[in-house]
């Protein structure tokens, strides 16, 4: 079974940068997508961005330019580099694992807790 946990949130003024990771324990299939989703309050979860076993990413129309997902397969971690941060950013941010790469989120079977991100303007 796939486990997934999040870290590296928190509170930053707009301008600013964090790094998300999420480690990853029992992903046995080499071939496969891990994502980032987040979602704010009321609203739908929304796709950031995914990337695949052989490295090919893509981003939301919203975040690309800003943010960058990556993974350390040797450390089973996946990141989310996340530049000059907009209070539109603000949201819990979720990862998630599939057998493959989609922008819908009923693709994925495997979700972390989820880690806040508060961007203050």
């Known amino acids: 079974q796939v486990q997934l946990m999040e870290s590296g949130g928190g509170s930053v003024q707009a301008g600013g940068s964090l790094r998300l990771s999420c480690t990853a324990s029992?992903?046995?299939?080499?071939?496969?997508?891990m994502a980032w989703f987040r979602q704010t309050p009321g609203k739908e979860r929304e796709w950031v961005s995914y990337?695949?076993?052989?490295?090919?990413?893509n981003y939301a129309a919203a975040v690309k330019g800003r943010f960058t997902i990556s993974n350390d397969n040797a450390k089973n971690t996946l990141y989310l580099q996340m530049n000059s941060l907009k209070s539109e950013d603000t949201a819990m941010y979720y990862c998630?694992?599939?057998?493959?790469?989609?922008?819908?989120?009923?693709?994925?079977?495997?979700w972390g807790q989820g880690t806040q991100v508060t961007v203050s303007s």
């Open positions: 990337i695949r076993s052989g490295g090919s990413t």
């Open positions: 998630a694992a599939g057998s493959y790469c989609s922008v819908v989120r009923y693709t994925y079977n495997d």
């Open positions: 029992g992903v046995t299939s080499s071939s496969y997508c």
